[in-house]
């Protein structure tokens, strides 16, 4: 019978050879990737690395403590411009000026903690979706940001190696998730992360039996915020520019969906929901460009809507997969991996 006899064996990273052998062929696989795959599918790869990196910040606030947040395009805001005005104005090093910009929205993320300590529910949503609606204004207005004009991307250099294309932002990005992937799912088993889930299955419990509900929640809204800050730093060079307005409620909406979708309180659902919205986001926004179900809905637009509206239809998608999950399989894509896997190991009985 394999049992654990120590709290250590929680955050062993490979338990047993299989897990060696299955990471090692990823490794492979992320590795020859770009070698065999064009430019679009590169982006596409970055576009899902920010986005696990969020999705994993997110999940510690939400899914492991409980705490419901739809102001999260506040803190990607303020780690993109935060990276660039660092870089622009006080002439900081790429290396220095992410982890600097990421601790800013860590901070941000800790003062904002405070007032919804007493907050829960969609009380503590309300709250942070105002926190995420109004940085972006106060952004818009300050000229050292760009003002509504935005910011252009300062060169990328670390050391010697100047990035330009998505290629060499490939070779950074996947390196640095796969670490915080490695980070994200050992501070979950270690004592901070049983402190989280404790709140977020019983609060009242866990402070009886000795758990500091002010500390565990202002760190899991910091620890949240200091993920999502370092992927829009990141995103920022992406994109090669960044203006107020991309960073609305949608983009709020779009991350919690991706941990709901992929599954709460799970590492490899953040992962698995972040991978599938990112690459649907992406190609829905061509979508008159398929053939026959582009004109399909050029006609039943021109007919009954406007054809305006087609261009947004992602809106529809995301909210329709998000019922149908709430609905069907609460537990997202993780749970629907867990009870594939049962099922086959107990086939045919």
Not at 67 to 87: D, E, K, V, Y
Not at 111 to 129: D, F, N
């Amino acid at each position: 019978m394999d049992m654990k006899r120590d709290y250590y064996e929680d955050i062993e990273l490979f338990p047993g050879w299989v897990e060696k052998f299955w990471f090692f062929l990823l490794l492979v696989f992320l590795g020859a990737f770009p070698f065999i795959s064009n430019n679009y599918l590169i982006y596409v790869a970055n576009f899902m690395a920010i986005n696990i990196i969020v999705a994993l910040g997110l999940n510690i606030l939400v899914g492991y403590t409980g705490q419901i947040s739809l102001g999260h395009a506040g803190f990607f805001a303020i780690g993109a411009f935060a990276t660039f005005t660092l870089m622009q104005k006080a002439s900081f090093p790429f290396l220095l000026a992410l982890p600097a910009a990421a601790l800013i929205s860590a901070i941000f993320g800790f003062l904002i903690a405070l007032p919804a300590l007493r907050l829960e529910g969609p009380y503590l949503a309300i709250a942070t979706l105002g926190f995420g609606l109004t940085i972006t204004q106060v952004i818009g207005m300050i000229d050292l940001f760009g003002g509504r004009t935005g910011l252009h991307a300062p060169e990328l250099l670390i050391g010697p190696w100047e990035l330009k294309t998505d290629l060499d932002l490939y070779f950074l990005l996947v390196p640095l998730t796969i670490g915080l992937i490695i980070i994200a799912r050992n501070l979950t088993r270690t004592r901070v992360g049983r402190a989280f889930i404790a709140i977020r299955d019983a609060e009242i419990a866990a402070e009886t039996m000795g758990v500091n509900l002010i500390f565990y929640k202002t760190l899991a809204f910091a620890i949240s915020a200091f993920y999502t800050g370092l992927a829009g730093g990141l995103y920022a060079f992406v994109l090669r520019f960044i203006e107020p307005e991309i960073f609305g409620l949608y983009m709020s909406i779009v991350f919690l969906t991706m941990v709901v979708v992929g599954g709460l309180g799970s590492i490899f659902g953040s992962i698995a929901g972040a991978m599938l919205l990112s690459w649907l986001d992406l190609e829905l926004r061509n979508i008159l460009d398929i053939p026959y179900l582009g004109n399909w809905l050029k006609d039943l637009s021109r007919e009954y809507f406007s054809i305006t509206g087609v261009s947004n239809i992602q809106y529809i998608v995301f909210g329709g997969i998000l019922v149908l999950i709430m609905l069907f399989e609460p537990h997202g894509i993780y749970g629907f991996w867990i009870r594939t896997k049962k099922y086959w190991k107990t086939w045919p009985f």
